[in-house]
């Protein structure tokens, strides 16, 4: 089953083709596959199944598929568990058949995306699948790889997750240091407001309940509550009363994910699900045959 009502929509070929195409190139260096050319005949064909060895999400699935692919057009990838699917330890996610040759060369490349991804996606859900029965939604961050932002923030939606602002130029967020740069969160943000169009939203983080003030009387559209305690954050909810979409952000684990939503608030945002989630364990076993 899939973590959303409706299929999960996928990334243009074109954003993620050169980042596949990158780490091929990075993978075959100067000469190419030496091991594979040296000992499989081009003539070989082969059949293989990638496999979960342990429960999870998986994401990732058209990065080994273009892979594959840009290896050897003949390669056919038959998917079975798409993208935000659930896994148990032993499913079949995709079964590839084709050319041996470059079965073998594009393993390691296909596997790294889809087991880093989908432990992106794995992360995502745990905290999806703990914050249930609540209005709050998970969100990623910009704590990304570099490169690899539109991968890592794909994987989160397919976990069940959103995603906050891409980059810098979609959305201005006045945290602590711009606050103390220019002196203070009524100045950051009329000249933020002086500044931007009107399409873009102004998010202010907030550490107290007095800065909490403040952002609510300049009339923010957010407000990110940085490290605040569940209790804490229940007075913040309250003093917002829905007059600006309020986000719990900072030490966001599995076992306190379940409190903060309780308070309340509409977002948390979690960094270390993009920037150290642990790689779900998928393998590539060729079929005798």
Do not use: Y
């Not at 692919?69 to 058949?97: K, Y």
């Not at 308070?263 to 364990?281: E, K, R």
Request: aromatic share 2%; net charge neutral; with cysteine.
């Amino acid at each position: 089953m899939t973590l959303a009502n409706e299929p999960l929509a996928t990334l243009p070929s074109l954003l993620v083709e050169p980042l596949v195409r990158s780490a091929l190139v990075e993978d075959l260096g100067r000469a190419g596959d030496i091991t594979t050319t040296s000992i499989v005949p081009a003539s070989a064909r082969a059949r293989a199944v990638i496999a979960a060895r342990q429960p999870g999400v998986v994401a990732g699935i058209d990065c080994a598929r273009i892979a594959f692919g840009l290896l050897d057009p003949a390669v056919e990838i038959t998917v079975h568990r798409p993208d935000g699917s659930r896994v148990a330890a032993g499913d079949t996610v995709a079964t590839v058949a084709g050319p041996a040759r470059a079965l073998l060369t594009a393993e390691r490349v296909a596997l790294n995306f889809l087991c880093h991804l989908s432990g992106i996606a794995t992360a995502t859900a745990s905290l999806v699948d703990a914050a249930r029965g609540h209005r709050a939604r998970i969100t990623c961050t910009r704590k990304t790889t570099p490169g690899l932002r539109a991968l890592e923030k794909q994987a989160v939606r397919a976990g069940g997750g959103v995603s906050h602002r891409f980059g810098l130029d979609d959305g201005v967020l006045i945290k602590d240091n711009h606050i103390e740069a220019v002196g203070g969160i009524d100045v950051a943000v009329a000249r933020a407001r002086q500044a931007i169009g009107h399409m873009v939203k102004i998010e202010v983080e907030v550490d107290t309940l007095a800065q909490l003030e403040v952002a609510l009387t300049a009339a923010v559209d957010a407000v990110l509550l940085d490290n605040m305690t569940p209790a804490m954050l229940v007075d913040a909810v309250a003093m917002i009363r829905g007059r600006a979409v309020s986000e719990a952000s900072g030490r966001i684990t599995r076992d306190t994910v379940a409190a903060v939503a309780a308070s309340g608030v509409d977002i948390i945002s979690a960094g270390w699900i993009t920037h150290s989630a642990a790689a779900l364990d998928l393998g590539l076993d060729f079929q005798k045959g």
